[in-house]
């Protein structure tokens, strides 16, 4: 078949700190094309998870969806089942992970985590249908965790199913009007709540519209944009934490769910193009969120806009500088200078180094809004077709308002390469590392989380 020709694109975020936040998207470079195939990976962890290897291999070819990054192939015209003008992908992934913060269980000392091998099975699928201007892209999985018990024995109760999904609608593309439906649905322990522990089960759909509107000769780009979002959360285990107070609604497992909400948002955005590499741009938005149990969480309406410039300063190097401002209208107190400032390195088309800081206020359960100081460095580097490298390290400090005095630490590391073997085999490994620390003392929100995973996919 010879060689794949291959772009590396922005990888799925990988939490091992039990919330996740992804790095800021780079805005100088164009998106890559809309057909893209998932990659991810598999090896044994034992003899008890090779002898499940041949039912995995029962399902191939396959294509898949996790946590490392995503191809544009050659393969794409080939693979799949043809769907007017696109093609629908089946896929299936298996993947060994060992997590050493896994599941909750007694001891001398109170409930504490412990570690645990854990198999993924992950069938799904992914359709992409683009048209003259217009594209239409869904991709959806099941992925059953079974704790093998390996490690912790009596862990296999924990064993549960998760999903994600994620689909799109672009009408109208490139032209003066146009119109773009996304929707995000994940039921995942790593939840979009800063403010809850470790051992939290998250239910969440993030569906967004947007109008982009392009005036005269298209220099001037005007979005408009609303979104709504709910998401509903479960413990994994019914031990109580150590260190953790009887009724809070980040730890306590039987208050967890008093942390449930339903997000509105609206906003303006605005890109002026005014030279050919380089743009000013405005973004402004407002949210307002309800919870199932306003008693303990306080009202929000929180306003944010920025401004800033984003664009190449030479052949290799962009840049993104924004600033601005968040303020919460209610009662959470906060009021603060918000900032982005990126530089990325591009080495070549496929290849780039970022490094940047971020300053963001968002909503939270209990503390009504935080806000994140982060800086973070990311590389990715695609050689010879097939093999893809990345690492990202990452540094969030956390700060909760409402008077709360609640602060947090988290750091992560994520390294790991994917090779594609053939058009429907790709294997990816991988290391995260996640530590997290808290002026509050339960050990759900203290913790330091190893992760190692070995992964194989398969597509059609």
Request: proline fraction near 4%; aromatic fraction near 10%.
């Amino acid at each position: 078949m010879g060689i794949i020709h291959a772009r590396a694109l922005p990888r799925l975020n990988t939490s091992a700190v039990g919330w996740k936040r992804d790095a800021p998207q780079d805005t100088t470079v164009a998106n890559p094309s809309a057909n893209r195939a998932v990659i991810l990976t598999c090896v044994t962890l034992s003899r008890a998870l090779a002898a499940a290897l041949p039912l995995a291999l029962a399902f191939a070819p396959s294509l898949a969806i996790g946590q490392v990054q995503h191809v544009v192939s050659t393969y794409e015209n080939e693979n799949g089942l043809k769907v007017g003008e696109g093609r629908l992908h089946p896929y299936f992934d298996f993947e060994t992970h060992y997590d050493s913060a896994a599941v909750y269980f007694d001891s001398s000392t109170g409930s504490v985590l412990k570690a645990e091998a854990i198999a993924h099975f992950r069938p799904g699928i992914r359709l992409d249908v683009p048209m003259t201007t217009s594209a239409i892209s869904l991709d959806a999985n099941v992925d059953y965790l079974w704790y093998t018990g390996l490690v912790t024995p009596g862990s296999s109760t924990f064993s549960r199913v998760q999903a994600a999904a994620d689909a799109s609608a672009n009408f109208n593309q490139g032209s003066s009007v146009e119109l773009d439906i996304t929707d995000h649905f994940a039921r995942s322990d790593r939840t979009a709540n800063a403010g809850a522990g470790v051992g939290v089960l998250s239910l969440l759909n993030d569906a967004r519209l947007q109008l982009p509107l392009r005036p005269g000769g298209r220099a001037l780009e005007i979005v408009p944009n609303a979104g709504f979002a709910f998401e509903s959360f479960k413990p994994l285990s019914s031990l109580l934490p150590v260190n953790c107070n009887p009724g809070d609604i980040n730890c306590d497992p039987s208050s967890v769910s008093r942390a449930n909400y339903q997000n509105f948002s609206g906003g303006l955005d605005a890109r002026w193009r005014f030279l050919p590499k380089t743009a000013f741009t405005f973004e402004s938005r407002i949210d307002t969120r309800s919870y199932s149990d306003s008693t303990v969480n306080p009202s929000s309406l929180l306003l944010k806009a920025s401004t800033g410039l984003a664009g190449l300063i030479s052949t290799k190097l962009a840049t993104v500088l924004k600033v601005g401002w968040g303020q919460d209208l209610q009662s959470s107190g906060a009021h603060t200078l918000i900032a982005l400032a990126e530089l990325n390195y591009l080495l070549n088309e496929t290849s780039n180094v970022r490094i940047g800081y971020l300053r963001d206020v968002q909503l939270v359960p209990l503390y009504g809004t935080y806000r994140d100081d982060r800086g973070y460095v990311d590389a990715r580097f695609f050689l010879h077709g097939r093999l893809n490298l990345h690492g990202t390290v990452a540094l969030d400090r956390l700060s909760f308002y409402s008077a709360s005095g609640r602060q947090d630490t988290t750091v992560t590391v994520d390294v790991g390469p994917e090779y594609q073997f053939t058009r429907w085999l790709i294997g990816a490994a991988g290391y995260v590392v996640g530590s997290r620390t808290s002026t509050f003392t339960a050990s759900s929100y203290n913790f330091t989380r190893h992760e190692v995973y070995v992964r194989a996919t398969f597509i059609y």
